[in-house]
C-alpha cells in the first residue's frame, strides 16, 4: 500500500484546476469519465442517501449546517467541500472528523487500478482530473463507513460537476451571483441554468432568496422536471432577534435559534438548511426542532468571518465575489467595533476584483495587496491596476506573511485586521497564525 506522501503525489500528478492559470474548459466537462470510474468500483455512490449543494455564495456553510444538524440527530454524516484551506484531507470528513492519512492511502491504493484503465479512454470520455479522483474517493469512503447521509457540495457549477453523479433525497441551491463567468457564462440566468443542473426529475428542492432572473431559471428546470420547490423567503420564513433569530420552515416553526457563525447571510444559509432537513421527511426521515437548534449552535466551519485573535482583532474571510465582498462588509459594520479597519487583500485570477474593491475599500482606512503561493493568484501590481479609482492609496507586500506583519506594525489593540479575498488567503494566515486544518 502507498505511504501518505505517495498517495498525494500520485493525486497530484492528475490536472488540478484549482491551481491552473487558465479557466476550466467547459468543452472538457464529461461526466462519463465519473460514471466509468464509479461502475468500476460498483457504484459507491448510488448506495449513499445524498443531499446535493450548489449555489455561488453559501453553499459550504449551508452544507456543513446540514451535517451539524443530522449529527445532533445522532446519524453518522459524510461531509464533502471544496477547495480546502491547508489540507486535502479537510474535503472528505465523517461527523466532522477528516478522513485520516492512513484512509487517504487505503482510499488511493484501492482505486489506481480502476484509475489506470480508465485513462487508456482518455481520448473518449477526457482526461481525470484532481476533483474527478478525490470525488470518487470521497464516495467510496462513505460508502465503505457506512454513512447514513452525504452532504455534497458542488465544486463548480452544478450540470458538470464530478458531483453531479448522485440521485439526491434533496438538492439545495444557495444564492447565485457572478462568479465563474469564463466557465458558466455572463449572465445570470446562464449561470443559473448550470446551477439548476442538480435537480433531478420528480426531486425535491430547496433554495435559499435569488435575483429574479436566478429564480425565474429554477422555477422553469423544476416545471420542466416535475420537482417541487421550497423557496427561503416564501415557504421558509427567517426572522431577526436581537440574541438570535426564529425560522418558520415548511412544517414546523424554530424559535431560540443561535449560531457560532456571524452575519445575516449565514441566517439565511441557516434558513436553507432547515428547510433541507425538513424536506428529508419526504422520505421518511423527521428532524426535530431540538436537532435544529442543537445542530446550528455547535456548527464549526472556519474562515468564515472567523476572530483569530484579539487586540487588535484579527478575522478571516474567503469572500471572492462582489456578493460576497457586500455581505462581508455588512457583517463587519453590523457586528464589530474598532477605531480602523485594515484589510488586506489577496484575489485569484478571473475573479471580479473591481466588484471587490467596491464593497470593501471605501469602508477600510488601509489597504494591503497580497498574493499567495499558488499560481491562479494575481499579482499584487496587478490587482493595484484594477483598483485604480477604486481604492489608490494601497501598499504592497509580496507574500501574506509579510502582509500580516505590516497590518500588525501598523494597528492598534483597537483596530481590525480583516484578510480576505480568497480561501487560499485565508488557508495562508491560518497557517501563519498558528492554525491547524
Known amino acids: ?73 445522532g446519524f453518522r454524516v459524510g461531509l464533502y467541500t471544496s477547495p480546502h484551506l491547508i489540507s486535502f484531507r479537510e474535503r472528505i470528513r465523517i461527523d466532522n472528523e477528516m478522513i485520516s492519512e492512513e484512509q487517504v492511502c487505503e482510499m488511493v491504493s484501492l482505486l489506481i487500478p480502476y484509475i489506470e484503465e480508465a485513462k487508456k479512454l482518455s481520448d473518449e470520455i477526457g482526461n481525470l482530473s484532481f476533483f474527478d479522483i478525490y470525488t470518487a474517493l470521497g464516495f467510496l469512503f462513505f460508502d465503505q463507513q457506512d454513512v447514513d447521509f452525504a452532504i455534497l457540495e458542488v465544486g463548480l457549477g452544478g450540470r458538470l460537476d464530478a458531483t453531479n453523479v448522485v440521485n439526491p433525497l434533496v438538492s439545495v441551491i444557495t444564492q447565485i451571483s457572478y462568479d465563474h463567468m469564463l466557465s458558466l457564462g455572463n449572465t445570470i440566468e446562464a449561470i443559473a441554468a448550470e446551477k439548476a443542473g442538480i435537480i433531478k426529475d420528480n426531486g425535491i428542492v430547496i433554495t435559499s432568496p435569488q435575483l429574479p432572473e436566478a429564480m425565474n431559471v429554477v422555477i422553469k428546470v423544476c416545471e420542466l422536471k ?44 441557516a434558513s436553507t438548511a432547515i428547510g433541507a432537513v425538513e424536506a428529508l421527511k419526504f422520505n421518511g426521515f423527521n428532524i426535530s426542532g431540538d436537532s435544529i437548534r442543537s445542530g446550528l449552535s455547535s456548527v464549526k466551519w472556519p474562515a468564515r468571518v472567523e476572530v483569530m485573535s484579539e487586540n487588535p482583532a484579527i478575522i478571516l474571510d474567503v469572500a471572492h465575489n462582489e456578493a460576497s465582498a457586500k455581505a462581508l462588509r455588512e457583517t463587519i459594520q453590523n457586528n464589530f467595533k474598532y477605531e480602523k479597519l485594515i484589510l488586506i487583500l489577496g484575489v485569484s485570477m478571473h475573479k471580479d476584483v473591481k466588484g471587490i474593491g467596491r464593497q470593501l475599500c471605501p469602508v477600510s482606512d488601509h489597504v494591503i495587496l497580497t498574493r499567495v503561493n499558488n499560481p491562479r493568484a494575481i499579482k499584487p501590481v496587478e490587482l ?54
Open 384 to 437: 493595484q491596476n484594477e483598483l485604480a479609482g477604486i481604492c489608490d492609496d494601497v501598499i504592497i507586500m509580496d507574500d501574506t506573511a509579510s502582509a500580516l506583519d505590516h497590518a500588525s506594525s501598523i494597528a492598534s489593540k483597537d483596530d481590525l485586521i480583516c484578510l480576505t479575498g480568497s480561501v487560499y488567503l485565508a488557508g495562508e494566515a491560518m497557517e501563519i497564525l498558528g492554525r491547524k486544518s
Open 226 to 269: 416535475n420537482a417541487t420547490l421550497f423557496q427561503v423567503g416564501k415557504d421558509i420564513t427567517m426572522y431577526h432577534h436581537d440574541k438570535g433569530f426564529s425560522v418558520e420552515g415548511i412544517s414546523d416553526k424554530y424559535d431560540n435559534l443561535t449560531m457560532p457563525l456571524i452575519g445575516k447571510h449565514q441566517r439565511i444559509n
Open 1 to 73: 500500500m502507498l505511504n501518505y506522501q505517495q498517495a498525494l503525489k500520485y493525486l497530484e500528478s492528475f490536472i488540478n484546476y484549482e491551481k491552473l492559470a487558465a479557466p476550466y474548459d467547459p468543452r472538457k466537462w464529461k461526466l462519463e469519465r465519473m460514471h466509468h470510474l464509479l461502475e468500476a468500483v460498483g457504484n459507491p455512490h448510488k448506495s449513499i442517501k445524498s443531499i446535493h449543494i450548489a449555489g455561488t455564495k453559501g453553499k459550504g456553510s449551508t452544507a456543513v449546517m446540514i451535517a451539524s444538524i443530522l449529527k445532533a440527530v
